[in-house]
């Protein structure tokens, strides 16, 4: 069974205080569903609590906007590989591990549009928390963030457990089921699957 991301937070913090240098770059990486985002924030909260900075910057204020997906033909398949600003975010990523101070975007999942210069990082950050589908990717310009992780943690999450989470997911989002189960599997799902199957090893693997 997955387990609970405080559970989680708690058994990977060890990892996390064991690696050198001023400031760590940690990939948080998993399918659509996985549970990247609460595993992120609580492995924060757990490193604050520990007395160390830590900040999370999540990939998906990297999304383009709906209208250049309409313009590209992509907006059905808004969450895959294509539909976002990798080579921007690889730059600020670079930009961070460099311990730059940094603005940067976030994506407001309610009014679904990134919002620009919306989140604010320190260069005295110690931690840095990156979350998303794509930051272990195989592919061009993705596998080029490999070097850059401190730490890489993969998410492992049964396929029927991700499934589920995503009906629910557009369900929680006021659409019928039929469209929650047609957005599910004609998106959602093939990304997952693209995640579980082309990623580069990961250095710690955890359930969720």
């Not at 990134?114 to 989140?119: C, E, M, S, V």
């Amino acid at each position: 069974m997955p387990s609970r991301p405080e559970d989680t937070a708690q058994t990977t913090l060890p990892h996390l205080l064991a690696l050198k240098g001023s400031r760590k770059l940690i990939a948080v990486a998993g399918p659509p569903g996985s549970g990247k985002s609460s595993v992120s924030a609580a492995l924060c909260s757990e490193l604050r609590q520990a007395g160390r900075s830590a900040a999370v910057v999540p990939m998906d204020g990297f999304h383009l906007d709906n209208a250049i997906l309409m313009q590209r033909g992509l907006l059905d398949r808004k969450g895959a590989p294509p539909s976002f600003d990798a080579a921007g975010f690889l730059h600020l990523v670079r930009r961070i591990a460099a311990g730059e101070d940094v603005i940067y975007p976030v994506f407001d999942r309610d009014r679904d549009i990134a919002i620009a210069g919306a989140a604010h990082l320190p260069s005295d950050t110690e931690f840095v928390l990156f979350e998303g589908n794509y930051l272990l990717l195989k592919d061009a310009p993705w596998s080029e963030l490999r070097p850059l992780w401190a730490q890489a943690i993969a998410i492992d999450t049964p396929r029927e457990v991700l499934a589920h989470r995503l009906l629910q997911r557009w369900l929680d989002h006021g659409l019928p089921e039929a469209q929650a189960v047609a957005r599910r599997d004609a998106n959602d799902m093939p990304n997952a699957d693209l995640v579980l199957a082309n990623s580069l090893p990961a250095d710690l693997t955890i359930s969720n």
